[in-house]
């Protein structure tokens, strides 16, 4: 045995010698998926005389105020990908969908269209998807809906063709922060206001909730929601760790300036210029999320808020007094002077408000979460359709509006006046026919099928997820998702578009009972129970993300291969390998990189672990040098443990830099157990390297791994832990723990543990 001993120093010593960089950066490719990452946009301000939708009444486009845009960002590997796009318009038709993926189908070979995200920033002053001037008079020249689908489906299509060709090595960073962006906008009142604030038949039915209702009122109780002030961040780099753009998740709808008559994309464009003044270029992805119950608008403090404006942004405003937004002119004649405290005015300081205090989030976010760059976390990407409980209504209520409908049918169109007028007019009683007719078509369709059938998109990045819906979310169910997810950062992105149609407000049951402007049977196609419904689903997929990217649900059969004697270098080359290793809480992939290489003569398992850092400049840090080298509490500190056993007995080697070396039976084939247990015979080496990496090298006697039943003779089942504890470049410690086989259990149970077959 001492001659055995001395051969395996003498090629542990060889082996020390040789680069260690070549090792870890095949363990950086095995553990990477090599992410990338490219970005691209296109502006959908389609000129013409464009509808603009987002109000009761149909608007048309006098040109453009601000840039409107669709931005898109691909984020790939070579297992998945997400492809998200956001676009400035107040909702994506169905149609729009439909048409981009078959123009990516047919123009990029092998295009994931299932991967595709679009969503809605709300911005109520961007070109309407969907809007046409059908069955009233019309004098005005209307762009035809159908044709500015084709427009803006080109215009997203060549956005995320450009992303997709610029896909480069990158990586990505995430954080959150806070930001005040939106306010409840429904007031709740002491006493049923139907009667007191009657509203329009077509419109809503109020009672003890009002849309936008006023707080002054002696009855004003409180506000149904609360202000979500989180901002959710993710942010991505090139290969040299450069900002290349961010998406950027606010519980807001951007429904500043929401009745102008020009494109306008709201807080959203100055956010973006704000971003590229400081940062150059950047790609921005800009997402609501839960908001349905929210708005930029404040109901209270309002001569507080016009005040703070009025200082704050003087310059602005006399800027835009002389140079304001082009608006209508109803009879041919131009509006007047805009007046410094207008409302117009006081939305267009509202936007810039709330993009200072996201930009300001940004950088604050970015300030910390930008020390710890990803550039190979978990990619996953599931769609799924689930079925939501559609609301229903009483007869009573349908056999009511029955009798709105026909009232609304004895009022008169314009025929005869100002074009814009007869617009304005004829737009809004159509709209309002339409809702108090779908009211009777949907109380019979839902007898027929109850149930909605809409996608649900749940990604995985690493440590967070993103979790999409159709609607305009009322905040509890973001919340309840949140809540109980098992991710650190959830963001919920709502308005996403749906090839079954398109998303309405979907209210809690305190909504549905307080009623009011998007709480009642004509803004909600599906009820409450559908909506808890949506959370259930949601955070089954979450669930599942969370272990499916981890968990190998066949764990592997390694073959050993035999050599004769103490292996060469040249036998290394040939050995079977064990690498890639995941987080033992599911949440990624260990970020230092690390691989074991196996070899056995049949008498001895030899073992060549390297083990590398997350990043240049990064070292382990090793035990103290005042633990002993045998059996000391190393286990705390950077180190390896390796266990392998039969029938759910085994043996724990953990090992260590700096040649510390601990070893452990749980075996009852053993006079003793735990640490009391040494392996006799057992060959260990390890040295750290001046890169900040470490290797070892461990020859395990065969005739040591007594079990109290005999196994397979040359098959064990293994796992392997790393447990990373080093110091960064910025000084920082840090720790991770890591497994080759995600066991979510004591590390010594083996059950789910992966097979070593020695061959022959």
């Not at 427009?151 to 959150?176: C, N, T």
């Not at 030899?606 to 633990?627: F, L, N, Q, S």
């Not at 196994?711 to 910025?730: I, L």
């Amino acid at each position: 045995m001492k001659k055995h001993a001395a051969a395996f120093l003498m090629v542990a010593a060889a082996l020390f010698l040789l680069p260690s960089c070549a090792s870890t950066q095949e363990c950086r490719k095995s553990a990477a998926g090599d992410l990338k990452i490219g970005w691209g946009k296109r502006s959908i301000a389609m000129p013409g005389p464009v509808p603009i939708s987002g109000q009761f009444h149909l608007r048309v486009s006098q040109g453009t105020y601000t840039p409107v845009i669709a931005s898109a960002l691909v984020i790939e590997n070579s297992k998945d990908a997400v492809i998200f796009v956001s676009c400035d318009v107040v909702s994506v038709q169905p149609k729009v969908l439909i048409l981009v993926k078959e123009i990516l189908a047919r123009e990029i070979k092998g295009f994931p269209v299932e991967k595709l995200i679009i969503n809605a920033t709300h911005t109520h002053a961007g070109p309407s998807t969907g809007a046409n001037v059908i069955n009233y008079p019309n004098k005005m020249k209307v762009t035809p809906g159908s044709e500015v689908q084709k427009f803006i489906a080109r215009q997203i299509a060549d956005a995320v063709k450009e992303a997709w060709q610029k896909r480069a090595p990158g990586a990505v960073s995430y954080g959150y922060g806070f930001a005040t962006t939106g306010h409840s906008r429904r007031a709740v009142y002491l006493r049923d206001m139907g009667k007191k604030f009657k509203a329009s038949a077509g419109v809503a039915v109020n009672g003890h909730g009002i849309m936008y209702g006023n707080t002054a009122d002696p009855d004003f109780a409180s506000y149904e929601a609360g202000t979500d002030t989180f901002i959710n961040l993710l942010y991505t780099f090139d290969s040299k760790g450069k900002l290349s753009g961010a998406v950027i998740n606010v519980p807001c709808p951007s429904q500043t300036s929401e009745a102008v008559w020009s494109y306008n994309a709201s807080f959203w464009h100055n956010v973006r210029e704000k971003l590229a003044a400081k940062y150059g270029d950047v790609g921005v992805i800009a997402q609501s999320a839960a908001a349905g119950d929210l708005a930029p608008r404040q109901l209270h403090y309002k001569a507080a808020e016009r005040r703070r404006y009025m200082l704050k942004y003087s310059k602005l405003i006399e800027e835009y007094i002389k140079n304001p937004m082009p608006r209508p002119a109803f009879n041919g004649v131009k509006s007047s002077a805009v007046a410094a405290d207008s409302g117009e005015v006081i939305e267009l300081m509202r936007a810039e408000d709330i993009a200072n205090r996201i930009v300001a989030a940004f950088d604050e976010v970015l300030s910390w979460a930008g020390k710890e760059k990803y550039s190979s976390p978990v990619l996953t990407h599931h769609v799924k359709t689930v079925k939501l409980a559609k609301r229903s209504f009483p007869k009573a209520l349908v056999d009511d509006e029955k009798r709105k409908h026909a009232a609304s049918m004895k009022e008169k169109f314009l025929t005869e006046g100002d074009p814009l007028t007869m617009l304005m007019h004829n737009s809004r009683l159509q709209s309002r026919r339409r809702r108090m007719a779908a009211i009777s078509t949907r109380y019979e369709q839902v007898k027929k099928e109850p149930f909605l059938l809409t996608d649900i998109h749940a990604v995985r990045i690493g440590d967070i997820a993103f979790a999409t819906n159709r609607f305009e979310l009322f905040l509890d169910y973001q919340h309840r998702i949140q809540g109980r997810s098992p991710f650190e950062q959830t963001f919920i992105v709502q308005l996403t578009v749906d090839p079954r149609g398109t998303g309405s407000y979907l209210a809690t049951a305190r909504g549905e009972k307080n009623k009011g402007y998007s709480a009642t049977a004509y803004s909600n196609q599906v009820s409450y129970k559908g909506g808890q419904q949506l959370v259930n689903e949601t955070l089954k997929m979450l669930k599942a993300l969370d272990r499916s990217a981890v968990v190998k649900k066949n764990p592997p059969v390694i073959t050993v291969p035999k050599v004769k004697g103490i292996p060469t270098a040249k036998d290394w080359q040939k050995a079977a390998k064990a690498g890639n290793f995941c987080l033992t809480d599911g949440r990624g992939m260990q970020s230092a990189p690390t691989v074991l290489r196996l070899l056995q003569d049949g008498k001895f398992l030899y073992i060549k672990t390297e083990c590398g850092v997350p990043a240049k400049g990064d070292k382990v840090i090793p035990p103290p040098a005042e633990e002993p080298a045998r059996d000391g509490s190393i286990w705390q500190f950077e180190c390896i443990e390796f266990f392998i056993g039969q029938n759910n007995e085994c043996f724990q080697f953990i090992y260590a830099p700096g040649k510390k070396l601990m070893d452990l039976s749980h075996s009852r084939g053993t006079k003793v157990t735990g640490s009391s247990w040494n392996c006799r015979d057992l060959k260990f080496e390890s040295a750290l390297s001046s890169g900040g990496s470490w290797e070892a090298f461990l020859a395990i006697p065969l005739d040591e791994l007594l079990f109290s039943a005999k196994g397979k003779t040359g098959e064990y089942r293994f796992n392997v832990f790393r447990n990373s504890y080093y110091k960064n470049a910025a000084g920082q410690i840090k720790r991770s723990a890591g497994s080759y086989i995600q066991n979510f259990g004591a590390r010594k149970n083996l059950d789910k543990g992966a097979t070593l077959k020695f061959s022959r």
